[in-house]
């Protein structure tokens, strides 16, 4: 390809970094429409140029901008980017036609440049995405039939995957979204660390309620608390009564134990008017046993069990909050130039 191509070489992409400038081999020609790995920087794009039109008696004729896509550089961000197309205008330009490119990144929909009016124009991706790749086409049907002073020089650089920031304001801005989201990652941790351990509480409390409740309503039990009742006339009379058959530490020793007996309770606390025995829910009262029935739900739903549930949980906060800290790290690295390098 002779005479028309991309700005500096006559042929493909120029990159510019800050070490200095790489481009393709000017003795490699590239065909219109060919994919190119960028490296490092801007991409600087020929518009109006003796390498993409002809020059005639002065003027610069038959000029065509060709349809390229340019692979942009990978990288990792933790800020929103945008890829920003900068026209460099020299020498004169004067025209009527109205020249334009349409301008791309990735999928997202092409944007106008009418590149002699309009200095620049900014392409983001949803959500401030990395762009991967660099679109441009002729926007103008007039653009072959163009005849323009020969020192009219039109070129577009474009900077990809640069930070959207343009104050100090936004940058701490979105340094206080990551933090906001880090300290909620971090709440988390501590409220599955707290739930693994009520967890392991209620387990060993209901546990220990279960064994006395099952001891305390059992058929011995309500047998030894109706046999108490039984026996408490008798005792009583041996134990309070005026006869000498008791030495009086044998009477103190008796009362002590029929004292002892009312702890044990009438059988019929213990169970339901049908006979059959109260349930824990039925002991904590009302408010409680709502909250029993919510905690047996939880655990009923539960999959496989509460305790992995809430470590599986704990596992995948505490990797949420590296995750973010990491991503801090980045950002405060990103934005050092409006923040100086923040904590």
């Known amino acids: 390809m002779t005479g028309r191509g991309w700005s500096g070489w006559g042929c493909g992409l120029v990159v510019v970094s800050g070490l200095g400038a790489c481009a393709i081999d000017p003795e490699v020609p590239v065909e219109h429409g060919t994919d190119v790995q960028a490296v490092v920087g801007a991409a600087s794009i020929d518009l109006i140029s003796p390498a993409t039109c002809v020059l005639i008696n002065g003027k610069l004729r038959q000029c065509a ?21 900068r026209r460099i205008r020299s020498g004169n330009c004067s025209t009527q036609y109205p020249l334009a490119v349409h301008v791309r990144v990735d999928d ?18 949803p959500g401030g995405a990395i762009s991967s790749s660099f679109g441009i086409r002729d926007g103008s049907s007039w653009t072959p039939f163009l005849a323009i002073d020969g020192s009219c020089r039109v070129s577009l650089v474009v900077d990809s995957n640069e930070v959207d920031v343009d104050t100090v304001e936004q940058a701490q801005a979105l340094l206080a979204a990551i933090d906001q989201e880090l300290a909620a990652a971090r709440t988390d941790v501590r409220n599955y660390e707290a739930l693994l351990a009520l967890q392991a509480a209620y387990t060993f409390t209901r546990a220990v309620a279960s064994s006395f409740h099952a001891e305390l309503t059992s058929d011995t039990m309500q047998a030894l608390r109706q046999a108490a009742i039984d026996a408490a006339p008798a005792m009583e009379e041996a134990a309070m009564g005026c006869g000498d058959a008791l030495s009086e530490p044998q009477r103190d020793t008796l009362f ?15 169970q339901h008017p049908d006979g059959s025995p109260r349930t824990l829910a039925d002991f904590y009262g009302e408010g409680a046993a709502e909250v029993l029935a919510q905690l047996e739900q939880l655990a009923a739903n539960a999959s496989p069990d509460l305790e992995t549930e809430f470590r599986v949980g704990l596992e ?9 800290e990491q991503r801090r790290a980045l950002a405060v690295q990103q934005l050092e130039p409006w923040l100086g390098g923040a904590p």
Do not use: H
């Open 65 to 85: 901008v060709a349809p390229q896509t340019v692979a942009l550089p990978a990288l990792e961000t933790a800020v929103p980017l945008r890829t920003v197309v």
């Open 108 to 125: 997202a929909p092409e944007v106008k440049l009418s590149y002699l009016s309009e200095s620049q124009v900014v392409l983001r991706r």
């Open 256 to 270: 002590q134990l029929y004292v002892s007996l009312v702890a044990l309770g009438d059988p019929q606390s213990w």
């Open 316 to 324: 995948a906060a505490a990797a949420e909050v590296v995750r973010l």
